[in-house]
């Protein structure tokens, strides 16, 4: 009997984000033909990469039973840090690795406080959010950096990651942004790392049910703390290419985007009480919201209906992927 | 009140759980169903209660046709299904608990405290039972709870009675309380159904029994014309031989030693050893401190002091990670919220304590993965659609058997069992008895802990009884009896 429902609900709940991810490009497409231009695409890829890179390791922490609200203030946080290096004249290729560690830092801060802090994560990481903006603020005294490329000499690894496109030799027309490389590879690692390593399974087994996975030997806290410190990586990646594409760092920027990370996420079926999901999935619901923004901005819609449009949509595929 | 159902069907999907199934329940008796798991016995009750819609079949009560279409549809016509999994609210009391949803308001519709707590109050007087009606759920023990459970049923003036599995949490005493309320409430004319798997209880209390195999149904006896071994038959078809499997292994040195076990405030003082190849049962009453000594010889309780020894050598052993490679595995009471991850399939769950055996730094090895799995799911003769069937759809038995696998694949010198066969039928009870002699034989040290004395004396080389965190006996299984062991598990001497 199971056998029979499955073959349908399951084929649904494999494909039904992406099958609803193609209706939507379809749709948009039918309507708009500037929507449709390969050069929009990439643009709509590249929107893509600042959420993607967040939802990824939003991914990890809500499939190991957690949630993490900092990621917006870890994103500025990190790119400030990256951005007053290089303005006192610290070379580009020290800042960057530097801004990710302090990412990675921030990211292990909301894993102490859920660990040892025994907070829950949804408290732990309001309280990094705000602590990591106040800090971006102070750091900033509430300014923008600007000029960027300007101060670290006209460093090419820094304009690189985010205006820099990747060119192949044998078709010199053909540009990907580099962005789009980044997305794409750390998408790779993620979906292997979780599929096919033990710690992917140590992850899910957290997020399924920490009680048995720690009689089982997992060491749940060292778990916890590694997808913290993952999701605060990758939300300073996607700090430092903003930085580096719009040439100035501002201490609010990325506010609001925890949110759009977690609807990608809830979008492409993962459980929000962890142990079940796919990155496959989340990567989905990042491109269905920036296609969404994309789409919507051409079509000329106001910014206040592309919000309701947007919930709407999110509702309609949370429900749908209910019903299975 | 008389229930009689008829050739009563019900599929979910194509897989059809009751064909032709009947039942019969007389006024004021005490009726037994029983039925190894997935036999359908929870299926046909709660297609009387109506939580399941019958296929085909007629249900008629005192003599009219009926058909429930909720739980409440039936209670309100008397019939009130207890549930084994407790359906209580935990962060509320226990007088807030019995009224859910029929407060007792005064006319301006505010809740009216006095009157719900006399009222409670008097309910557990009648019941023999001593809870605070004021207390916080959450602080009762299980079998408190379950006691809570059954006085909410009888708030409601019951003609019939349905309780699945009720003394699984019980202790001894408070059995003999259920006993003895279940016998008044049948003087009173209340029809009782027991679903249960425990033969002795049955015998001791039921009056007549009905049989269900595979969705069928089998036969409706007096219990006073059978004997358990009929039932047995009847039950799975076949000739079981006996209940416990002998075990003929040699017994070796010494493996596992505890020495003044202490902890805050659960135990204290608790020195025992246990041998390669021996079974070492572990009796008590419910709450007397064996779930947690066992918790904390694996890591997962600290202790005050107390030493451990493996093989002779002491040990540290600060969490459950440090056991397993002291070489303990530790099959927990609960297998649904410590032992597997329901949600995941018979692969995963194995997988998670063998994750090294499956990988090369790191990274999963599908080849190993499989054979792992594929034996796994030979060896204990797990009945699945496969490697990827979710637990949560497995019967008890089954899910048990994958913890039993997941577990005995590390390799353990010791092997610990809290209540191993907790919820389990009689077919699986015995390959479960079947896999603890393998281990003995295989020169394994095995605890088990067990609530069942039949178990306990038909399975152990020694036992050792647990009172209120002490240690008040250790005795040889041959100079064993039941009598003994109550009386040492109630605090007594021999």
Partial sequence: MKKENKSIGAFLSEYGVFIALLILVVIISSISPEFRQPGNFLNLLRQASFNGLIAFGMTCVILSGGIDLSVGSTFALSAIVCAEMIGHGVPVIVAVPVALLVGVALGLISGLLVTKGRLQPFIATLITMTAYRGLAMIITDGKPISRLAESSGDSVLFKAMGKGNFIFTFAPDFKIPIPIIILVVVFGIMYFMLKHTTFGRRLYATGSNAKCAALSGVNIDRVKMSVYAISGFLSAMAGLIMISRVDSAQPIMGSGYELDAIAAVALGGTSMNGGRGRIAGTIAGVLIIAVLNNGLNILGVTSYYQSVVKAVVILVAVLADRKR | MHVEMKGINKSFGTNQVLKDA?????????????????????????????????????????????????????????????????????????????????EITNRFGVCDKKAMRAKAQEIMDRMGVHIPVDAVMSDLSVGQQQMVEICKALMVDAKVLIMDE?????????????????????????????????????????DRITILRDGTYIDTKYIKDITMDDVVKMMIGREIGERYPKRNNAIGGEVLRVEGLTHEKLFRDVSFNVR????????????????????????????????????????????????????????????????????????????????????????????????????????????CFGPHHECDNLSGGNQQKVVLAKWIYTDPKILILDEPTR??????????????????????????????????LGMSDRIMVVHEGHVTGIINGADADQEKIMTLATGGSL
Avoid: W
């Fill in chain 2, 276 to 383: 390669a190849g021996e079974v070492l049962g572990v009796s008590g009453l419910m709450g007397a401190g064996r779930t947690e000594i066992m918790h904390s010889i694996f890591g997962n309780l600290p202790l005050v002091k107390g030493k451990i020894f493996i093989e002779g050598k002491e040990v540290s052993i600060r969490n459950p990670r440090q056991a397993i490679e002291a070489g303990i595995g530790f099959i927990t009471e609960d297998r649904k919220t410590e032992g597997l991850l329901l949600e995941k399939s018979i692969a995963e769950n194995i997988e998670l304590c063998n994750l090294g055996k499956v990988s090369t730094k790191g990274v999963l090895q599908a080849e190993k993965q499989a054979s792992l799995v594929k034996r796994g799911i030979e060896e204990f003769r797990i009945r």
């Fill in chain 2, 166 to 206: 009720p003394t699984a949490a019980l202790t001894q005493s408070e059995t003999e309380v259920l006993f003895e309320v279940i016998n008044s409430l049948r003087k009173k004319g209340v029809s009782i159904v027991y679903v249960s798997h425990r033969m002795e209880e049955i015998f001791e209390l039921c």
């Fill in chain 2, 423 to 456: 919820g389990v039928d009689i077919g699986a009870k015995k390959e479960i008895y079947s896999v603890i002699n393998e281990m003995a034989a295989k020169g394994v040290a095995v605890i088990m802990v067990s609530s069942e004395l039949p178990e306990v």
């Fill in chain 2, 22 to 102: 009947a039942f019969n329940l007389k006024d004021g008796e005490i009726h037994a169903l029983m039925g190894e798991n997935g036999a359908g016995k929870s299926t046909l009750m709660k297609i009387l209660t109506g939580v399941y819609t019958r296929d085909s079949g007629t249900v008629i009560v005192d003599g009219k046709e009926v058909t429930y279409h909720s739980p409440k549809e039936a209670e309100e016509a008397g019939i009130v299904f207890i549930y084994q999994e407790l359906n209580v609210l935990f962060d509320l009391t226990v007088e807030e608990n019995l009224f859910m949803g029929k």
